[in-house]
C-alpha cells in the first residue's frame, strides 16, 4: 500500500517538474508569438502541474498521517502550490498572461533545488519531534505558502513594471515594441504589484505570530531571536517599507518595483539562506 | 515657557510625527536585527558568542537585542508611531463620523470625476437609490441653489492603519512587561520528587510564589512503530502540604498555575534506589549520566548514577559514590541487588525512573502581547481587505442642471476608477429610463 502511494508520489513529483518546466517555456513562446493556442497550452499545463502538485501533497499526508508541512522538502511542495495557485488566480482574475513568464520559472528553480540538493534521506516522510505535533503548525505553514506565493507573483509584476518602464515616455505612456507592448501598461502593473502585497501582508503577519504562538506552547517563549524569527521580522520590515514610501515619498513606479524585487530575495533569504547558511531553532524547514 | 524652547519643542513634536522618523527607526531595526543573525548571541550561542573577540562583545554586539541602544531604538519608534497616532486621530474621527459634504464643485476630487445631466430631483433621486444599493452611507446637505453629499463605504477601513500602529505599541510594551516582571527558569526532576518552586535554577527574574512540583510519572512514550509519541509528566502543585492541582503535560501541551507556566522541554532516564541509613530508609531518584547527586545524610558521602542500561525488563545501572571531591567506589547492579557502601548504608536498585526536564516561566506581559498581535491583524485586515471608497457628488442648480461626481483617489487609482465608473453608469442608466419613461 505504502509502496503504491511513494511510487504515485514520485510521479506526481516529476510530473509536477515536467509541467513547470513546460508552462515557462510556453510562456516565454507566447511573448514572441501572439498565437492564442499557445496561451491557452501554457495556461493547460500550469493547471495539470497544479493538479500533480495537489496530489504529491495528498498522497504525502496520507503517507505521513499529518499535514505535509515538516520537512524542507515538504515545505517546498507547498511553497510551489502558493506560488502557483495565487498566479493561477491572478492570470484569471487580471488576464495577464506575460506573467506567468517570469512566475512559472520559480516553481521550476524550486524543484530543481529539490533534485540537486536534497538525497532521499531529506525527502522521506520521517517521523517529527513533539515540538512539531501542533495546530499551531498548520497554521503557520498555510499562511506562509499564501504570503510567499503572493509575493512571487508582486516579484514577477516588478520584473515586468522594470522592462516595460524602460520605454515609458515622461507622461508614462508606452513606446514600447516587441514583445514587452503586450505588457499591460505599467500603472497597472505597479497597481496590481501593490494590490498582491497588500493581500500578502497581512498573511505574512499572521504567519509570524502563530509561529509565535506555537513556539510559546512548544518552549515557553513567544520571540527568541532566532535566525528564521528575526529575518522573517526583516522581510515584513521590508515589506512595511514599501506600503510606507509608496505613502511618504510616492515612491510607485521603478522603485517600488526594485522594493519589490529585493523584498522577494529577502523571502527566498529567509526561507533557504537561514537554513543553508546560518543556524537556528528552525532545524525543520 | 519661553519661545526659544517652544520652538524646541515643536522641532521635537516635527521630527516625531514624521513618518520617515519611523520608516528610519524600522530600517534601524532591520538592519541591527540582520547583524544579529550573523554574529553568535549569548542567549542562543553560549559557546559561539564567547569566541567573539573582547571588544565586540563589550559593545554588545554578541547579545544585541538586549542592549539598551536597540531598546532605545524600539522605545523612541514607540514614541514616533504615538505621536503619528495621536495627529491623525481626529482627522480619522472626522472622516469617518463627522464627514463634510463638499461646498463647491472646486472640492471634488478631480482626478477621478464625471459629469451627469438631467433634472435636478431625479439626479438626486438617481445617485441616493444607486449609491444606498451599494451600501454606502450618504451625508447630504442643501443650501440655497446647490445641493450636495458625500458618501461612504466600508468607512471603518479609515481606521486600519491607526490601529495597526497602535498595536505595534502594545505589542512592544506587553515584550518590556515580560522582561520587567515574571521570571524564567528550568528543572529536571525524577518520580517521586517534590521541589519548592524557589529551588529551580532561575536565569532570569525572581521566584515570588511559595508552592512545590511534585512528579508524580514522567514517561517517554513511543508509537506502536516506535517513532516517539511524546514526553509526558504527570505533576501536582503543593501548596502547605496539600495537592492544590494536578496535571498531565506534554511537549506543546503546556500547564499553568497562577500565571506560572510549565513546559515539557527534556527527559532523561533515571534510577530508583533506597539508601538504608542505620534502618532509616530514604527512597532516592538519581538521573543517569550523572545530571545530579544525593549526599548521604551526616556525611560527606555523594551518590551519583553514572551510566544505565535502560531495558525495562532487565535494568542495570553503574554507581559512583565520592567522599568530598574524590570517587571511592563504583559497582554495578541489577534489579533489586543491594551494596554495603563504606560501612556507612545499604543501597539498592529498584528500578527505573523517568527523569523530566522542564522549563518554567512566568510573563505576566504574554497577554498584553496576544492582545496586540490581535490588534494589529485587526488593523491590517481593516487596512487591506476593508478599503474604504469615498464618493462626493455637487448640483449647483444656478449654474446648470447636473450633478459633478468625483471619487477619492486613495491607494488604488484603477480599483477606484472601476467602482466609480460602474456607480456613474448606474446612475445614468436610471436618469435615462426616468427620461425615456417621461
Not at chain 2, 524600522?26 to 559557546?47: C, M, N, R, W, Y
Not at chain 2, 554507581?319 to 557502601?341: E, F, H, T
Amino acid at each position: 500500500m505504502n509502496e503504491t502511494l511513494n511510487n504515485i508520489e514520485v510521479a506526481m513529483f516529476y510530473l509536477m517538474i515536467i509541467a513547470y518546466l513546460l508552462s515557462t517555456v510556453m510562456y516565454w513562446l507566447t511573448l514572441v508569438s501572439k498565437k492564442v493556442w499557445l496561451e491557452h497550452l501554457a495556461t493547460g499545463i500550469t493547471i495539470l502541474g497544479l493538479a500533480g502538485n495537489t496530489v504529491a501533497l495528498i498522497v504525502r499526508t496520507i503517507i505521513a498521517q499529518r499535514p505535509p508541512l515538516s520537512n524542507g522538502y515538504e515545505f517546498i511542495l507547498t511553497f510551489c502550490w502558493g506560488i502557483v495557485a495565487v498566479y493561477l488566480f491572478a492570470e484569471f482574475r487580471y488576464k495577464i498572461k506575460a506573467l506567468g513568464s517570469f512566475v512559472m520559472p520559480l516553481p521550476f528553480l524550486l524543484l530543481t533545488f529539490i533534485i540537486m540538493k536534497m538525497g532521499p534521506e531529506e525527502r522521506v516522510a520521517s517521523a517529527i519531534p513533539p515540538a512539531l505535533k501542533s495546530q499551531w503548525l498548520t497554521f503557520h505553514v498555510i499562511t506562509a505558502m499564501l504570503a510567499y506565493g503572493a509575493f512571487a507573483i508582486s516579484f514577477g509584476l516588478g520584473v515586468m513594471y522594470l522592462l516595460k518602464s524602460r520605454s515609458d515616455d515622461e507622461n508614462g505612456k508606452s513606446n514600447a515594441k516587441g514583445w514587452i507592448s503586450r505588457f499591460p501598461a505599467s500603472q497597472i502593473l505597479d497597481e496590481l504589484a501593490y494590490k498582491i502585497i497588500g493581500f500578502a501582508f497581512p498573511l505574512l503577519t499572521l504567519c509570524i505570530i502563530t509561529g509565535a504562538i506555537w513556539a510559546n506552547y512548544a518552549w515557553g517563549t513567544y520571540w527568541s531571536w532566532d535566525p528564521k524569527e528575526t529575518w522573517s521580522l526583516i522581510t515584513w520590515i521590508i515589506y512595511a517599507a514599501y506600503l510606507h514610501v509608496r505613502l511618504m515619498y510616492g515612491w510607485k513606479g521603478k522603485k517600488a518595483a526594485w522594493m519589490e524585487v529585493f523584498g522577494f530575495l529577502a523571502v527566498l533569504f529567509t526561507f533557504f539562506g537561514v537554513n543553508y547558511l546560518l543556524p537556528g531553532l528552525h532545524s525543520y524547514a | 515657557m519661553n519661545d526659544q524652547s517652544e520652538g524646541v519643542m515643536e522641532k521635537v513634536w516635527n521630527i516625531f510625527s514624521s513618518m520617515k522618523t519611523g520608516v528610519f527607526l524600522l530600517g534601524v531595526v532591520a538592519v541591527v536585527s540582520g547583524i544579529g543573525t550573523l554574529i553568535p548571541q549569548e542567549a542562543l550561542d553560549p559557546k559561539g558568542a564567547q569566541s567573539v573577540s573582547a571588544i565586540w562583545k563589550t559593545l554588545g554586539f554578541t547579545h544585541l537585542y538586549a542592549t539598551i541602544w536597540f531598546r532605545l531604538v524600539l522605545g523612541l519608534l514607540c514614541v514616533n508611531l504615538i505621536v503619528c497616532s495621536v495627529q491623525r486621530f481626529s482627522g480619522i474621527y472626522r472622516k469617518t463620523f463627522k464627514p463634510n459634504p463638499p461646498q463647491s464643485s472646486k472640492a471634488i476630487p478631480q482626478k477621478i470625476q464625471a459629469k451627469i445631466s438631467g433634472p435636478e430631483s431625479e439626479l438626486r433621486a438617481a445617485v441616493m437609490k444607486v449609491l444606498t444599493g451599494k451600501g454606502y452611507r450618504l451625508t447630504t446637505s442643501e443650501q440655497e441653489g446647490r445641493w450636495s453629499f458625500i458618501a461612504q463605504k466600508r468607512r471603518w477601513g479609515n481606521w486600519g492603519s491607526l490601529l495597526t500602529h497602535l498595536a505595534f505599541v502594545v505589542l512592544i510594551l506587553g515584550a518590556l512587561v515580560g522582561s520587567m516582571i515574571g521570571f524564567k527558569g528550568y528543572f529536571m526532576a525524577g518520580v517521586g520528587d517534590t521541589l519548592p518552586i524557589k529551588q529551580i535554577e532561575v536565569s532570569k527574574g525572581n521566584v515570588n510564589e511559595n508552592f512545590s512540583m511534585k512528579i508524580n510519572s514522567a514517561e517517554d512514550r513511543k508509537l506502536a512503530n516506535g517513532e516517539r509519541d511524546n514526553w509526558y509528566t504527570d505533576m501536582s502543585i503543593i501548596e502547605s502540604g496539600k495537592e492544590v492541582a494536578r496535571q498531565t503535560l506534554s511537549v506543546n501541551h503546556p500547564f499553568t498555575y497562577q500565571g506560572v507556566t510549565f513546559y515539557q522541554a527534556n527527559f532523561a532516564q533515571g534510577g530508583k534506589f533506597t539508601v538504608d541509613l542505620k534502618g532509616q530508609k530514604i527512597p532516592v531518584v538519581l538521573q543517569d549520566q550523572g545530571g545530579n547527586y544525593f549526599q548521604v545524610p551526616g556525611t560527606d558521602l555523594y551518590l551519583f548514577l553514572s551510566a544505565m542500561k535502560a531495558d525495562p525488563k532487565a535494568p542495570v545501572v553503574l554507581y559512583q559514590v565520592y567522599q568530598g571531591n574524590s570517587p571511592i567506589k563504583m559497582g554495578q547492579m541489577s534489579l533489586g541487588q543491594a551494596d554495603n557502601i563504606d560501612n556507612t548504608f545499604t543501597l539498592t536498585f529498584d528500578g527505573m525512573a523517568g527523569y523530566t526536564g522542564l522549563q518554567v516561566k512566568k510573563d505576566p506581559g504574554v497577554n498584553v502581547v496576544w492582545l496586540g498581535c490581535a490588534l494589529l491583524m485587526l488593523g491590517l485586515i481593516l487596512s487591506f481587505y476593508w478599503r474604504p471608497h469615498t464618493l462626493s457628488g455637487i448640483i449647483e442648480t444656478k449654474k446648470e442642471s447636473s450633478l459633478l461626481l468625483g471619487a477619492v483617489r486613495g491607494r488604488l487609482a484603477v480599483g477606484t476608477q472601476e467602482e466609480f465608473n460602474q456607480a456613474v453608469t448606474d446612475v445614468e442608466g436610471l436618469i435615462t429610463a426616468g427620461s425615456a419613461g417621461s
